[in-house]
């Protein structure tokens, strides 16, 4: 006979199962000592940047995290525990919390794991101190067009000059 503490353990696991399932990235931190106040603005941003943001026991994430490319975390599922899932923006996750624990000193990292790569808690902060992708494709978009457009301005020049001649 299977009891319900057994079922309602392999229902969070599946759970969690689900979340992790395509994940491009997953941050675990320590969020002991956060207030109420503090923590409900933190969920609030996770879901604004499309992330998964939640508090599981310890041994339920271990066991979903078990065989898969985010097993590595295992050794660091001590203490409370908050796990970021990002789908589809791998650095989203790790950028809400590097943005929160500079004002959140609380907040401590852990590790992570982005696109398959382990990183250690300062790994994971370096993560997310990186601009979103859209920031980055627009600077090197910027870098492209500037010295095409003074091409351009030269090509001009010279256009101009031999219709002068």
Same mark, same amino acid.
């Given at each position: 006979m299977i009891n319900a503490s057994s079922e309602s353990k392999k229902i969070v696991v599946d759970?969690?199962?689900d979340q992790i399932a395509g /994940? $491009?990235?997953i941050a675990v931190v320590d969020y002991r000592g956060l207030t109420v106040e503090q923590d409900t603005k933190l969920r609030r941003s996770m879901r604004e940047a499309g992330v998964v943001y939640k508090v599981y026991k310890n041994s339920m994430i271990t066991r979903a995290i078990e065989g898969t490319e985010f097993a590595n975390l295992k050794q660091h599922l001590e203490g409370p525990t908050a796990i970021a899932i990002s789908k589809d923006d791998a650095t989203a996750g790790p950028r809400v919390l590097a943005? /929160? $624990?500079k004002t959140l000193d609380k907040l401590e990292f852990k590790a992570g794991v982005v696109e398959g790569n382990y990183y250690d808690a300062k790994?994971?902060?370096k993560i997310g101190n990186i601009a979103p992708r859209e920031e980055l494709l627009g600077r090197l978009l910027g870098s492209f067009k500037s010295p095409i457009s003074s091409?351009?301005?030269?090509?001009k020049e010279i256009a101009t000059k031999?219709?002068?001649?």
């Open positions: 759970e969690i199962k /994940a $491009a990235s943005t /929160a $624990a790994g994971i902060e091409f351009a301005r030269v090509i031999k219709e002068e001649a």
